[in-house]
């Protein structure tokens, strides 16, 4: 887990600096987002629970499960997102 959310920053800085010299790429592909999902709650959900706080993801049955587009950046998204949330989240 602390591996993969390493190298997803690691991926950040990498896009920072594409971005700012003009050759940011996307690779679009087909790809589960339930299993998505669960893989950012994976990686993060220790750090969750050293604030105690419950770290869950609930699927509508009306969400498509396959997608096309560029999964690393959906994840890149995601772990930010959900990181922040664990972040600016008081301990309870």
């Known amino acids: 887990n602390a591996t993969n ?39 993060l959900k220790s750090r969750a629970e050293d604030k105690k706080i419950s770290l869950e993801a609930c699927f509508s049955h009306l969400l498509p499960e396959v997608y096309c587009s560029d999964a690393n950046r959906i994840q890149q998204v995601l772990v930010n997102l959900i990181g922040n949330a664990i972040k600016f989240t008081p301990r309870q």
């Not at 959310?5 to 971005?19: A, E, M, N, R, S």
């Not at 050759?23 to 987002?33: A, D, V």
């Open 5 to 43: 959310l390493l190298q997803t920053y690691v991926g950040d800085l990498l896009d920072y600096c594409q971005l700012r010299s003009k050759k940011f790429t996307t690779t679009e592909t087909l790809f589960n987002i339930y299993q998505l999902v669960r893989s950012c709650i994976s990686m």
